[in-house]
């Protein structure tokens, strides 16, 4: 008999019913039933979660170890009693998540007694089912980062592709491959999902402009937030000059911002040329008139802006070199001659400068990477320091796949008995009389290509062939497959499995030349084609399955055979390839 530790009304998804925790589970009992709706055991309980003190509900949340979800649980005792009920079931289960998480290393070993009896798998599955859970999902697919980021990407990886979650559980949940040759190849997700992590979203490019709306009565409000606040304050100094200087000793904050949005220095500040239509909502403000400005409408700016100093990326810095060409200027190109645009125009261009300076004094930004060339004279490698651009280099050489060459000896041999035949028979040319022969074969030429004709017969053909291939990819793409809904998710199934085991078996042999995970041993290769090999060898019996299934549902075992004749292929040359290569090793070995 279970000893209880302690025990309250409380309720579980607004049913009311007993909490009850013991010296082996945590259980909840409806009112009126006998059976617990909810039955924890102590070794799945991972985190604890408590609302507030104070709050108008007493909760509890106990998460579990393959559920972050886990229970919720609401104590209906009156507040006291409930919450001294609470903090006697929180300590309780802060003791049981303790031990549970000094005994991380070896959660999945005693499982069984405490849980629910299941159908006991086949051994080869549990194998590979616990390899998978207990020792890939900690260890980092990723090298230089923590097992809890990288599964937090893994988890982000899978969500974001339901194709990819479906073939993980199909593969990975169910045993036939372990969940760090599921990821091996596919770290390039992870790093994109780390790098998307890692970006920062920089300011917004619009212009701070709040637009006034009109409730009932023909009032006209605009909403003021923090944000917008910050913004003005950043777009336009002198507001904020005018916010220190008056507030809160001449005016309240919200007076201030009424004052503000009524004032000529808000329309001013306005993102639009300004209309004589919206001058009698503008009102004179003794405050806020003293912070006005003339416009900046005079042909030289009024703020002088920074002259670029590295000649590399002056646009203009070639103008004077070439004054001589190019369009006469004419009235169209007078700079000012519309004087009222010059304020917006200036105004933009600053906006638009102050972002392209925000966005380069940010201080995560990394400092850019230029690849020197080593040069005596130091002034010509800033130069060409200043000028490349990392984006048109590739940071990294690929080595390709070494091609694998039956009788490579020979092959080199013909190649040099061809050269050495060719250099023996060659002889002298006389390059004189090379050249009057084509000379004298150019004479003419005029007449000759005015005469050309070219039939068009050979054109039509290859438009018409174009066209019926054009037309037959179409018609393939538009045309239904007309197989059942349950038939062709198998299929696909099938398919994706298959293809996974195929990407599994040829990088085992070929792995590619550069890689982020850990590379593995020959023998761990070995083992893990032979492997695939194994499951790809049982991709026939699975399609004469689904071909067997297709004429249960009136499919034609010709059409499914057909659909998955490409996979077929691929599968039985891998195969094939695999046998090949263990004949050779063997008799390798042999002699």
């Known amino acids: 008999m279970p000893t209880t530790l302690c025990s309250a009304k409380a309720s579980y998804k607004k049913q009311p019913g007993t909490l009850e925790l013991t010296d082996s589970h945590l259980t909840w009992t409806q009112e009126g039933k006998k059976a617990p709706a909810v039955r924890v055991p102590h070794l799945e309980a991972s985190s604890l979660f408590c609302s507030k003190e104070g709050a108008a509900q007493v909760r509890l949340k106990l998460g579990l170890v393959n559920d972050e979800a886990g229970h919720n649980f609401t104590f209906t005792s009156p507040s006291a009693v409930a919450y001294a009920e609470r903090e006697a079931f929180k300590q309780e289960l802060t003791n049981i998540i303790s031990r549970n998480r000094s005994a991380a290393p070896t959660p999945l070993q005693k499982p069984t007694p405490l849980s629910t009896p299941a159908k006991t798998p086949a051994p080869i599955q549990s194998t590979s089912r616990a390899t998978s859970v207990s020792s890939d999902t900690r260890t980092p697919i990723l090298s230089g980062i923590d097992a809890a980021t990288d599964f937090r990407l893994r988890k982000k990886v899978l969500l974001s592709s339901p194709e990819l979650l479906a073939l993980h559980k199909e593969l990975v949940m169910s045993g036939h491959i372990t969940e760090s040759e599921f990821w091996d190849g596919r770290e390039h997700l992870l790093l994109a999902e780390a ?346 019996e699975k399609v004469e399955a689904l071909v067997r299934a297709g004429q249960l549902e009136g499919v034609e075992p010709e059409r499914v055979e057909v659909a998955m004749k490409p996979l077929m292929d691929a599968v039985e040359h891998a195969l094939a390839f695999y046998r090949a290569r263990n004949a050779k090793t063997s008799t390798l070995k042999t002699a």
Not at 426 to 439: M, P, S
């Open 195 to 540: 790098a998307a992590e890692g970006q920062k979203r920089g300011r917004p490019g619009q212009l701070v402009d709040p637009r006034p709306q009109t409730v009932e009565g023909g009032e006209v409000k605009i909403v003021i937030t923090p944000q917008l606040v910050h913004d003005i304050f950043d777009e336009f100094p002198v507001v904020a000059k005018a916010y220190n200087d008056n507030v809160p000793n001449k005016l309240s904050e919200a007076e201030f911002w009424k004052r503000y949005f009524q004032s000529k220095l808000f329309n001013a500040h306005r993102a639009s040329i300004r209309s004589s239509a919206a001058q009698h909502v503008v009102k004179d403000d003794p405050i806020f008139d003293k912070y006005l400005e003339k416009d900046d409408d005079e042909l030289e700016p009024r703020r002088t802006r920074n002259e670029v100093s590295d000649l590399f990326i002056n646009i203009g810095a070639t103008l004077e070199d070439h004054g001589e060409t190019g369009n006469e200027k004419d009235v169209t190109m007078q700079a000012g001659r519309q004087r009222g645009a010059l304020p917006l125009i200036r105004k933009f261009n600053e906006h638009s400068e102050r972002l392209l300076n925000s966005a380069l004094s940010v201080p995560s930004l990394p400092p850019a990477k230029r690849r020197r060339i080593d040069s005596g004279n130091d002034e010509d490698g800033d130069a060409y320091a200043q000028i490349t651009l990392d984006d048109l280099r590739d940071p990294e050489a690929m080595n390709g796949i070494t091609l694998q060459m039956q009788d490579r000896e020979r092959y080199f041999e013909g190649q040099l008995a061809r050269s050495a035949s060719e250099q023996a028979g060659g002889e002298a040319i006389d390059v004189r009389a090379a050249f009057a022969e084509l000379k004298h074969g150019f004479r003419g030429w005029e007449t000759r290509f005015s005469q050309l004709r070219i039939d068009k017969k050979a054109g039509d053909a290859a438009l018409d062939s174009m066209t019926q291939n054009v037309s037959a990819r179409l018609d393939i793409r538009t045309r239904k497959t007309n197989f059942p809904p349950t038939l062709f998710r198998q299929l696909t199934t099938c398919q994706t499995a298959a293809n996974e085991f195929l990407r599994q078996f040829w990088t085992s042999l070929y792995p590619p030349p550069t890689t982020t995970s850990s590379s593995a041993t020959p023998s761990q290769s070995a083992a893990k084609a032979a492997k695939m090999a194994g499951y790809l060898s049982k991709t026939r």
